[in-house]
């Protein structure tokens, strides 16, 4: 009984982390800079965990439905889920290393709309989803829920985190902060890229397999 818990544990942890790994907290706050600058901590909290509810609710779907939403509801292959997401993942990394955080121009809205268009793509993509299914499969359907809850969590943690390190230095330093910010988004966006292009790839391997 007590290696079965263990076991139990040791996959609703890999879980997690698998969710966490991906989401990347450090690549979503390069994304939101613009946001981050422009709301108060206050209203980037409150738009921040209604991001993170609508994501909940998104991965916990796919943890416990998985690949039969693509199948009967969708009607379509997974692989075509990939290719759409690496083109949409690519077309914002390209645009990010000529014009920078301000590449992402539906993050420049009213702070109402904000929730869904950082929920998507920003939390929402391939990779996470892809990452909720194999949830799903790994865990029970409550359990697989509760992995998820706790990613999300986290994350959302982690981001308001860098935003309140972020208010505190910035007005120190705003040249420097400004500066690193640019370069890092830029270097990571390279990064953003090649994921996008292996996706792509992924896809068009799945479909050839089938002929």
């Known amino acids: 009984m007590f290696v079965e818990v263990?076991?139990?544990?040791t996959d609703f942890?890999?879980?997690?982390?698998?969710l966490l790994v991906l989401l990347n907290p450090f690549l979503v706050i390069l994304y939101l800079v613009d946001v981050v600058e422009k709301l108060d901590r206050r209203q980037f909290t409150a738009?921040?965990?209604?991001a993170g509810l609508i994501a909940s609710v998104v991965f916990s779907t796919f943890a416990i439905l998985g690949d039969a939403i693509?199948?009967?509801?969708v009607q379509a292959e997974f692989a075509s889920?990939?290719?759409?997401?690496g083109v949409i993942f690519l077309l914002i990394?390209?645009?990010?290393?000529?014009?920078?955080p301000m590449s992402i121009e539906i993050l420049n809205g009213k702070s109402a709309h904000l929730a869904g268009a950082i929920a998507m793509p920003i939390l929402i993509g391939p990779g996470?989803?892809?990452a909720s299914v194999v949830i799903g499969k790994r865990l029970e359907p409550l359990m697989a829920c509760a992995a998820v809850l706790l990613a999300v969590f986290l994350i959302v943690v982690m981001i308001i985190a860098l935003k309140i390190a972020h208010d505190v230095v910035r007005p120190r330093s705003e040249p420097l902060v400004d500066r690193n910010i640019e370069i890092a988004g830029r270097i990571m966006a390279l990064y953003v890229g090649t994921v996008s292009v292996d996706m792509i790839m992924q896809g068009i391997r799945s479909w050839a397999e089938k002929f």
């Open 6 to 9: 263990g076991r139990l544990m």
């Open 13 to 18: 942890l890999k879980s997690s982390a698998l």
């Open 47 to 50: 738009v921040l965990i209604r």
């Open 70 to 73: 693509f199948s009967s509801v």
């Open 81 to 85: 889920f990939q290719i759409f997401g």
């Open 93 to 100: 990394a390209i645009q990010f290393v000529f014009r920078g």
């Open 128 to 130: 996470t989803i892809s």
